[in-house]
């Protein structure tokens, strides 16, 4: 008996939605994106009824991973949760003289260390939602293109649910990644290009192979898990008004995270279990590859592919983001803004973060600890913020920043 | 305001306790080993009162880390607490596929996934302890011998909490263990030869730099970290009678895991929060470096040094362990037993590891995948018990099992 099973598991999702045009589709069958407009579909769920059956107090005795959290998750039945120990993760308070360093002397520093997940990095979260939902559906193949750790996750998903993971990669993918998807026994295929010439190989293929399509947003069901990570800055912060911090940073690729936490925050407000304040989301890319960035300086609503990308951030070296209109009106409607960081000022970071925060942290994740720094220098963050960094994986599967 | 802040943070520590003399130590000094017969110190608590100060089911609504039971650890004042977010781990549920495969069709297989720590690995509860606590006490940079883990974990916090780490390792250390070490700011000196010899060489310079050594069990208050495992097992088992598995199964290099939670689980029958039955436990070793195995078998309370010590889980490369009468005592005492699996059986566990239960694991954890099955085998354990494999770390940091 474990403490897991003692309350009644029960998800609210009434149906999808989606984003552009407002079509309903049933959440029932499985679902790639809307049938009329070709957009972004949101699962929604029936929250009046969420707020009479939970309180969110409750949480905290329930089982040590992002599922706790299950009236607001799509999966029902428990049975069909693929769960490796997602979400979670710890606020890492950082030391005051690292604070000092990026201009905070007011202000406080918390890293939340996505790179405590499985598969070490953020993606855990929505491959365990959309993998469990997927399965639940009849799905028994999955297929993806990743520029790394989303590759990772799918194929450690689909092991541990007995799933078959078919994935296709930049050839230049990060070693590691490649040996974990092998190690889970999913089909690598290495792609001459980047992951926008990978998604269109899994496209081209997976419904001829009846595999399941779970690219970035091209399912509705990633973005419920990365959700969580919005559930549980509220649930760390004790929930109520005051619990949000007033700035998170976050890098974005596919855009996922920002995209799934506004929505948590929406979800959480019509719930009254927080208020009407929201963070200042703040998306960070790379000066080699940033076209949400153009896009924000441009006041532009999409954004327009990013030739050439480069750029050492593999997980950021994403030319076009199918949910760049819904990562521009995060931005937007918080106040926030859009910064592009230089690979040299990354490597840097990646240094600092070791030293000053004990954290060894992605690229991805470094970048916007250079990207805070330059903020405050340019007066964007007056330095009496408290602002928490998205540190969304771990740095041991890249390059290291040392010879 | 975090949801950490809320109760009122005490330590229950009373005193150090020599294991084999019994003979008392004051705790409020920085300590190593019993300054009459050189053997472990235990740290030990007033019980009593922690009974009175909370229940069990209090811990649920405090912090997503090892530091929720911070009437049972060192540390006095909470500001102390260096913390990356250790511990707090899964237990992840193996699917039926993989239990029937090591034969297990009526039992339970978890495993509890100590490579989502700070650093990948359990190491990080030790040296979060054991820092936090030295610190505390006045100590401004630290030192010890690894053969890899420790090292990383050592360097993490030491970073975090503003101390200066220096490190010996053996020359052929996993080189990802270096390279995190480095990007800590870590002082790391390689040594030819094995985690033996880079104790010598820190018990040799340490005194005579001024730094802490915090090598396992020559001071006491890592195993209070690794403690914590065994308190976790209770919490995620729901407390009381029936909350601890049949048989945990530990892979054993230096034993602070298999020590430690014994101390944890006769500290909770003293609370009266768990009953009297104990899991059956399992040290797991190399066959090329067994000596715990060896003196098992024997029938003796010590263990002899291992000769020429070779295996590929470079965690499991410890010839001789400061705390070998501690872990003997520990398994003849719950009616567990001691097996050396082949590096062979490693590689092949850790593929099937990933295969079957989408975890990809360090060699010391796979030895113990292994060796569940030669138990079933062997007729040791009859396949419908409840099994908890510590899984102390990821894979990516070694060599892979694939080519």
Redesign the interface.
């Known amino acids: 008996?474990?403490?897991d099973s003692?309350p009644a598991w029960r998800s609210y999702l009434t149906h999808l939605e989606c984003t552009a045009c407002g079509l309903r589709h049933d959440a029932d069958q499985l679902q790639t994106v809307c049938t009329a407009c070709g957009k972004v579909l949101f699962a929604r769920y029936d929250l009046n009824s969420v707020r009479q059956a939970v309180m969110p107090?409750e949480f905290?005795?329930r089982r040590?991973?992002m599922w706790r959290y299950w009236e607001l998750l799509p999966v029902r039945d428990a049975a069909n949760v693929?769960?490796?120990?997602e979400g979670?993760?710890?606020?890492?308070?950082v030391?005051k003289?690292a604070t000092r360093k990026l201009g905070f002397e007011r202000g406080q520093l918390e890293l939340k260390?996505e790179g405590?997940?499985?598969?070490?990095s953020f993606k855990a979260r929505g491959l365990s939602a959309a993998i469990s939902r997927a399965r639940e559906l009849g799905a028994r193949s999955i297929a993806l293109p990743s520029a790394g750790n989303a590759g990772s996750a799918a194929a450690?998903?689909?092991?541990?649910?007995?799933l078959e993971a078919h994935l296709a990669m930049p050839r230049d993918v990060p070693e590691?990644n490649r040996?974990?998807a092998?190690?889970?026994?999913a089909d690598v295929t290495l792609v001459d290009g980047l992951i926008s010439d990978a998604g269109r190989l899994i496209r081209e293929q997976a419904p001829r192979n009846g595999w399941f399509d779970v690219s970035t947003l091209r399912e509705p069901y990633r973005q419920e898990g990365k959700k969580t990570m919005g559930i549980e800055l509220a649930?760390?912060?004790?929930w109520g008004e005051?619990?949000l911090p007033d700035i998170i940073v976050y890098p974005t690729g596919g855009g996922t995270g920002i995209v799934g936490m506004r929505k948590a925050f929406d979800e959480l407000e019509a719930l009254t279990w927080i208020g009407r304040a929201r963070p200042k989301m703040i998306v960070v890319q790379a000066e080699g590859c940033a076209p949400i960035v153009r896009a924000f300086q441009q006041g532009a609503r999409m954004a327009e592919p990013w030739q050439n990308a480069q750029t050492i951030a593999a997980g950021l070296r994403v030319p076009a983001a199918i949910g760049d209109y819904l990562i521009l009106d995060a931005v937007r409607a918080t106040g926030g803004t859009a910064v592009a960081v230089s690979d040299e000022a990354i490597r840097e970071a990646?240094?600092e973060m070791?030293?000053?925060?004990?954290?060894?942290a992605a690229p991805e994740a470094a970048a916007s600890w250079a990207a805070v720094g330059a903020l405050r220098r340019s007066g964007f963050l007056d330095g009496d913020e408290r602002v928490v960094l998205f540190c969304t994986g771990?740095?041991?599967?890249y390059p290291?920043?040392?010879p």
Do not use: F
Request: charge should be neutral; charged fraction near 20%; include cysteine.
């Open positions: 008996m474990t403490h003692r107090r905290a005795s040590w991973d693929i769960s490796l120990g979670l993760t710890p606020l890492v308070r030391r003289e260390d405590l997940n499985p598969t070490a450690a998903y689909a092991a541990a649910g007995g590691l040996v974990e092998e190690v889970y026994a649930e760390q912060g004790g005051a619990c990646q240094l070791g030293r000053l925060a004990g954290v060894y771990m740095g041991l599967k290291p920043p040392i």
